[in-house]
Structure formats: C-alpha cells, structure tokens
C-alpha cells in the first residue's frame, strides 16, 4: 500500500480540514504536522463540481428502529453546507472519494428523481407509507437553487398526495412554501429545521456554508405563519462544546412558533472521528481534549457506538442527563405535544393525459 502525506491546513469555506483516503482505496494519504502553522499558511480555495448520477430508484428504504422512518429519498449525495460533524460523509468512501473535503466539493445529484419517483408511486402494488426527505445529506444545500431536484420531487408527491417529511438547515426551503402550505392544510406535510447553536462564530466553524442561525429561525418562523407543522432538531448535541445552549435553542425555536422539538447527540462513525478531532485542533484547541473526554463518556469509553438504541442518544450519566435536561425544556417551550400522524388515505394516482374518465365514478 503506498501512502502520501497531506497536510492540516486551512480551505476556505469548508469544514473538513483534509482529505484523507476512503476505507476502501488502495492508496492512502495522512496528515502531519511540517511545522507551519495556519498563519504561515496560505487559505486555499476549493472548487465545487457538481455530477449526475444515474439512478434505478429513488426510494431506500431501511429497517432502523433508531431513525424514525423506512421510506426516504436522498436528491443528492455529498453535501456543499460541508458540516464537520455529518454522519453521511463515510458514505462518500463508497464513491472511491474522500469523506473529507471530497464530501463537501465533489457532490452528485439525481436529475432524474422526479421521474423515477412519479414511476414508483404510480406501480399497482405501491402502498403510501410517509416519506422523509433528506435523511442523509441536505435536500435544500446551494447547488438545489440551480438544480431544483428537491422541488421536482415534492411537486410529484403533490399530484399524488402523498404524505412526507423534510429535514434542513437552509432558508431555501421557504422558496417551496407554494407547495408546502397546500399540502399541510391537508396534513401532508411536516418540516424539521435543524439549529446546533445560536453562536454565529460556532456555526460558521462548524456548518460553514449552511444557513446562519437566525436564518434558521426565520425559516421556522415563515413555515409555521404558512400553516407548515414545524419541529427542530438539536442536532447534534456536543458535550463541551454546544450542549450549553440546549435550552436556549429550544426557546427561540418555540418563540419562532416550532411545534415540536428533537435531539440526536453527536455521533463520530468510520472517518468521521478522525476528521472532527482535527476540526477541533485547529477551531478549538482549547476545548478538543474535555469534548472527546466526553464524547467517549457517552459512548462506553469509544468515540463511537453504533448498536441500535445507543447511537442516537449515547449511554452513562453524562446522556441521560442530556435526555433529561431536554425532556424538561420541552416541557418549559410547550414542546412536548405529540404531532398527529400524517394522512395516508388521500394518496390517489393521477390520471394521465389521455385516460378515460370514469363518468359514473368508482
């Protein structure tokens, strides 16, 4: 196996810090330290490439019981926002790219989503079950303004009146509100806003190229104006890091007019732990050894746990009082009302030009 070196330094606008090699490539790089440090070293700019990808399907499905949803639909892969902490990033290693900064400049997209979409609804044996959008990377990140691959797919789900869900961090969901707004005046719809923190320097670090926090705000504030079911995620809660501000978030967020609430704590899967502890190294040295010390409090002594019941919320007395603290601050925001399920009976086909209308109905 050969290996190159690679060293940490500063990209501008992204949030890994470098590029290291897939699990499965052949060739790996790492990083060292040449005795340069960030002022002495020159910002470099990254280029975002954008490519099409053919797909057979659009719906995956899983069988977690941990995430809340068995049908989604993903309209891109890789993520522009380049948040530090994404949990899909490993996933870019299946591509033969870094889920380093790979993830984050080198995206694909799915132009035919909408097609792909509207051909499995419409197949006779096709039984509604709600749909979320974006369980994987941002539906709405940058390139979706140009691309318009999200907006493609919910027009299909409301010609058909299916169900769905969606989960964001970027004000670009509100262009779609002529969607949204009919739909859940007919309890179609629900939307997820995601805010890790209220500190603009932290989410700059952090969610470089995604909305700002008072963005996310105002986006919960119009969804809800609109009529749109809204909840936010505080996600991912970091011990020592953005945990202090649990309750303030949720404040805010019920101020906006959030109706519901949610936490995930930071999970570090495959690659991801790496390239979070150089992200903190050079963002927050000051703070990297106490967050690791408990991030591996709440994971059994490991930076990850991945069984099913433990990697969203962690174990120990650190994660419970974490789940604790939010129980009672969703009650304190009159967050902690059940949202009632989503319709499923209004599904229906559409006719297609040219069918015969059934004059004396069905």
Request: charged residues 25%; aromatic residues 8%.
């Given at each position: 196996m050969s290996t190159f070196t690679?060293?940490?330094?500063?990209?501008?606008?992204?949030?890994?810090?470098?590029?290291?090699?897939?699990?499965?490539?052949?060739?790996?790089?790492?990083?060292?330290?040449?005795?340069?440090?960030?002022?002495?070293?020159?910002?470099?700019?990254?280029?975002?490439?954008?490519?099409?990808?053919?797909?057979?399907?659009?719906?995956?499905?899983?069988?977690?019981?941990?995430?809340?949803?068995?049908?989604?639909?993903?309209?891109?892969?890789?993520?522009?926002?380049?948040?530090?902490y994404c949990y899909a990033r490993p996933a870019h290693a299946y591509m033969g790219l870094s889920p380093g900064l790979d993830f984050e400049s080198k995206l694909f997209f799915k132009?035919?989503?909408?097609?792909?979409?509207?051909?499995?609804?419409?197949?006779?044996?096709?039984?509604?079950?709600?749909?979320?959008?974006?369980g994987n990377t941002d539906p709405y990140q940058p390139q979706e303004r140009r691309l318009r691959v999200t907006r493609g797919v919910i027009e299909v789900l409301s010609r058909f009146n299916h169900p769905f869900s969606v989960i964001s961090k970027s004000g670009l969901i509100l262009r779609d509100l002529d969607l949204l707004a009919p739909m859940a005046a007919r309890n179609l719809v629900r939307v997820a806003i995601s805010i890790t923190t209220l500190d603009r320097k932290l989410a700059r670090s952090m969610e470089p190229r995604a909305a700002t926090p008072e963005k996310r705000l105002d986006a919960v504030k119009r969804l809800t104006d609109a009529g749109v079911p809204t909840v936010v995620?505080?996600?991912?809660?970091?011990?020592?890091?953005?945990?202090?501000?649990?309750?303030?978030?949720?404040?805010?967020?019920?101020?906006a007019g959030a109706s519901g609430a949610g936490y995930v704590a930071l999970r570090l899967p495959l690659e991801i732990a790496d390239l979070?502890?150089?992200?903190?190294?050079?963002?927050?040295p000051d703070r990297a050894?106490?967050?690791?010390?408990?991030?591996?409090?709440?994971?059994?002594?490991?930076?990850?746990?991945?069984?099913?019941?433990?990697?969203?919320?962690?174990?120990?007395?650190?994660?419970?009082?974490?789940?604790?603290?939010?129980?009672?601050?969703?009650?304190?925001?009159?967050?902690?009302?059940?949202?009632?399920?989503?319709?499923?009976?209004?599904?229906?086909?559409?006719?297609?030009?040219?069918?015969?209308?059934?004059?004396?109905?069905?």
């Open positions: 690679q060293q940490i330094t500063t990209v501008r606008g992204r949030g890994a810090r470098t590029n290291a090699t897939g699990r499965y490539e052949s060739a790996t790089r790492e990083a060292f330290d040449d005795g340069w440090t960030p002022d002495d070293v020159e910002p470099v700019k990254l280029t975002t490439t954008v490519t099409a990808e053919k797909a057979k399907v659009i719906i995956t499905r899983n069988d977690s019981p941990d995430v809340g949803f068995a049908a989604s639909i993903n309209p891109y892969r890789g993520c522009e926002h380049g948040c530090i132009p035919d989503a909408a097609r792909l979409l509207e051909h499995e609804l419409a197949r006779p044996a096709y039984a509604p079950e709600v749909i979320h959008i974006g995620m505080f996600a991912p809660c970091i011990p020592g890091l953005n945990d202090h501000e649990m309750e303030a978030v949720l404040e805010r967020a019920a101020a979070f502890q150089e992200w903190l190294a050079t963002d927050h050894s106490r967050v690791m010390s408990l991030v591996r409090q709440m994971r059994g002594g490991k930076t990850y746990d991945a069984q099913w019941g433990k990697r969203m919320k962690g174990e120990g007395p650190i994660a419970a009082l974490t789940a604790r603290r939010f129980a009672v601050a969703k009650v304190r925001y009159g967050l902690a009302a059940k949202l009632p399920p989503l319709d499923l009976g209004q599904f229906q086909v559409p006719p297609k030009p040219g069918d015969q209308i059934d004059l004396f109905g069905s």
